[in-house]
């Protein structure tokens, strides 16, 4: 059974620094992996797909990289800001639905 | 291009009674499926409508079941309602199933039950 686990669970930090988010899966048979935002009380938000053959994707200041043998992958984001603030889900899609972990809370303070 | 929408954003109930929420999908997208998230969860998965039939199903019970319209756009009810049930529903459209293609969520709607 697969299952997702996200470190740190909660993230505190001041603006501008760099960060890393971390999701590691127990089963590495995937198709891809997501990364997702999520505003308190709102839906998700697609940040970066990576598929099962990648080893990473970028989007602006979001860098994401997969390790499927090892069931790892980082979400890096560069030079935080306050509008970061949000809780970080990363979802594996496993025969074509989602298994999620719970998420890192991440808030950039002024 | 309108996004994932759904409806109600809230929707209040008491226990025993029957919810109806409903989604419709981004266009182009032929694909539904539906997520439950409890407060300070991940979601999780609920079901998966194709081709107006349910392609694959969670470990959710038989009071969750739904519906795809030929438009695409679904249902999800929820019968006999539970205290636990309250939750954030969330929908996700995509490009045909089994393809593994990006999953696009709409706002969600917020269910309490009292």
């Known amino acids: 059974k697969q299952e997702v686990t996200q470190i740190p669970a909660a993230l505190s930090v001041p603006e501008g620094e760099n960060l890393v988010l971390n999701c590691s899966f127990t089963?590495?048979?995937?198709?891809?992996l997501q990364w997702f935002r999520q505003d308190p009380g709102k839906g998700l938000t697609s940040l970066l797909l990576?598929?099962?053959?990648?080893r990473e994707q970028t989007s602006g200041r979001l860098n994401a990289s997969l390790d499927k043998s090892s069931g790892r992958s980082t979400l890096y984001i560069a030079a935080s800001q306050p509008g970061d603030s949000a809780t970080y889900l990363c979802a594996v899609d496993n025969t074509d639905k989602l298994i999620f972990g719970t998420g890192t809370r991440l808030q950039v303070f002024p | 291009d309108a996004g994932v929408t759904q409806s109600p954003t809230h929707l209040i109930k008491t226990r025993g009674q029957q919810v109806t929420l409903r989604c419709s999908p981004k266009s182009g997208h032929d694909t539904v499926s539906w997520y439950q998230q409890a407060l300070g969860q991940g979601p999780q998965f609920i079901f998966q409508?194709?081709?107006?039939?349910?392609?694959q199903r969670g470990n959710f019970p038989d009071r969750f079941s739904g519906h795809q319209f030929p438009n695409y756009s679904s249902e999800l009810n929820v019968n006999a309602l539970l205290l636990g049930d309250s939750a954030l529903y969330l929908c996700?459209?995509?490009?045909?199933?089994?393809?593994?293609?990006?999953?696009?969520f709409g706002p969600g709607t917020r269910l309490l039950v009292l």
């Open positions: 089963d590495s048979a995937i198709y891809n």
């Open positions: 996700a459209s995509s490009l045909t199933a089994g393809t593994s293609e990006t999953q696009y």
């Open positions: 990576i598929q099962s053959s990648q």
């Open positions: 409508y194709y081709e107006e039939e349910e392609r």
